[in-house]
């Protein structure tokens, strides 16, 4: 049993847990995710890594209720626990890889959206402790749904903040944030990534597309057993066959298919939605 | 010769139109009567040639003279020399082609029911709780052992007799591998039998520790380096599932038999007391003429989809066993033999609406000595179908051989090993599907068998 040692609501539909899994804090990276199952006849439910912690042996995730398994992890309380934590799963990112000449001249923009702000965190901590320039937009619908804005503060040179409504930060979306850095702040980046809903990393990529930058983007695709065995994540990137559990989650975004990736990710919404509890919209905006 | 005139016997099995609707077991297996009188048919030959076709070389005329003598734990205890999994064998090992195939009596008549009379023994042991195998004294050793299938368990299971210290590291939520997530309740039941033979290896001390995944949560040199094992078994299984490459193998309604058999196993899909969703759609098509195909299609049909399987040799080179192709075919699932497809056909939604085929024609012999079907061109045609699976076979995990240095892997990525398990890696052995590709149950407790041998040989040589 893997248990919880703290929990708290980020927002009304986000939750963060520290969990024990000492196996899996030592070895895990910054880029990779875990599995969690909530008990015997859950779903294996695979999750970001937001932090790790090798010494106390815990690793810590962000839930956001998307369906009756997210709904199940996020009624857990600290004191509750895990049957299943198995990880760390996928390849670490990329500049783990870089050796310290290599990091040294790097430039990173990363674009985060929604509960995508809790896997970019580790990236921009390891880098900017490793004294790499880091930028980092945030965005969220209202600024009531931001998460991690005080945590990415610490690990980033500069933080941009935005949100749709214009409660908070910029009033736009991320991929305008990027266009006003790049074309009228004249900042230059070597290296863009963007980690959020499918059609935030889609259209950020085609931002970066326009604006001459390389783009990492990170995958939630559908898992099974997320260790290369069922094939569900399969994507096409490069146009080849690629499994985002094995040889992911982290790819070139400018060579995905983000349509046929958005598509396969909803193959079991009608599934989900017929057990997913009713969550009350009324108060919250849009 | 009295013994070859009693007819070989039948176990009795579920109604093929009932069972085609639930999830039980088949087959039923022999009574007492049954087993006593189908062991009598032995001729307990001087030379018994089917211990030498069994992988793990069980001594089948001996156990078999205590069944048809009633002493039904005497015959378990003979089993329980060579086999960790009896109660498995039993129910899914090609009996045909290894210890019946080569049964003296098969020449003329039907070869004895070998598989039914060692899945006899192992229930009886297991409801009556007789014979337990016995651990030497512990001698201090570690010995890690990569992944809890067939090849794993057998490895661990001579190795704790032998009195090492085994832990087994499984990257899923649950021991068994393939046992577990591949072949289904109603060939093999999970917790009457898959639960229980694993429990067995544990009551000899083996350690499993499950959500760990080689080359990920531990590494093997780290497990060799930091964690004081004296030696490592890769049993890690088969890997990636395979597609076709034919245009529209993406469309939503597209799975690997892999991902359709693990919801349906490991995560029991079709129980309404796990959460894991499970698409079929009122039409299935399978293609492939495996063992795994045979098991994608009868899932699929309790499931309740109209299922045709798709092969593009004929009936005669289907891969799967006999006795599995008649459970599907009794079972009423559609057989289109000599076609092969050429493309998976989607909506404007993006789900699978069909797949068109060509028919083929057997040409040639190839490499394997199978006649190669080649297409007859101009015959495509359409099938109307709401998913597709594909058992196709796999191609190997690439994760442990990266990550791990030193080990060799051939062209086709598979773990090096020879006949004893050794690689090329001081002190890291492999058997398995990890080693050969798929490959069968028996096949890979057989290399894990040899392997233990080998480690217990390195060790007590160093």
Redesign the interface.
Known sequence: MYRIVSKEMLTPLVCRMEVEAPRLASSACPGQFLIVRVEEGGERIPLTISDFDPEKGTVVIVTQKIGASTQDICALEAGDAFSDVAGPLGVPSEFMEMSEDELKGQRYVFIAGGVGAAPVYPQAKWLHERGVAVDVIIGAKTADLMIYRDEMAGVCDNLYVCTDDGSEGFHGLVTGMLEKLVLEEGRQYTMAVAIGPMIMMKFATLTAKKLGLPMTVSLNTLMVDGTGMCGACRVTVGGKMRFACVEGPEFNGHEVDFDEAMRRQGMYRTEEQATEPHVCKIGRGR | MAANRIPRVQARAQEPAVRARNFEEVSYGFSIEEAQLEASRCLHCKNPRCVGACPVNVNIPGFIGYVAAGDFASAAAVIAEDSSLPAVCGRVCPQETQCEGSCILGVKGEPVSIGNLERFVADWNRENGVVKPSAARPNGHKVAIIGSGPSGLACAYDLAKLGYDVTVFE???KAGGVLE?GIPEFRLPKEKVVASEIATVKELGVKIE????AG???TIDSLLDKEGFSAVFVGS?A???R?M?IPG??F??V??A??FL??NN???AYRE?????I?TGDKVVVVGGGNVAMDAARTALRLGADTTIVYRRTEAELPARREEIHHAMEEGVRFMMLTNPVEVIGDE??WVRGIRCIRMDLGEPDESGRRSPVPVQGSEFEIETDSVIMALGTSP???IARTTSGLDTNRRGCIVADENGVTSRKGVFAGGDAVTGAATVILAMGAGRKAAAAIHEYISGK
Do not use: C, Q
């Open positions: 990257a899923l939520h997530y499950t959500n760990v995944v990920r949560t531990v299984g890997g990636l599932p597609f490459g193998e993406n939503n309604g799975f690997s892999n991902e693990t919801r490991l995560m029991k007391d796990y959460m894991t969703p698409h939604k993006g995990n690439p994760l």
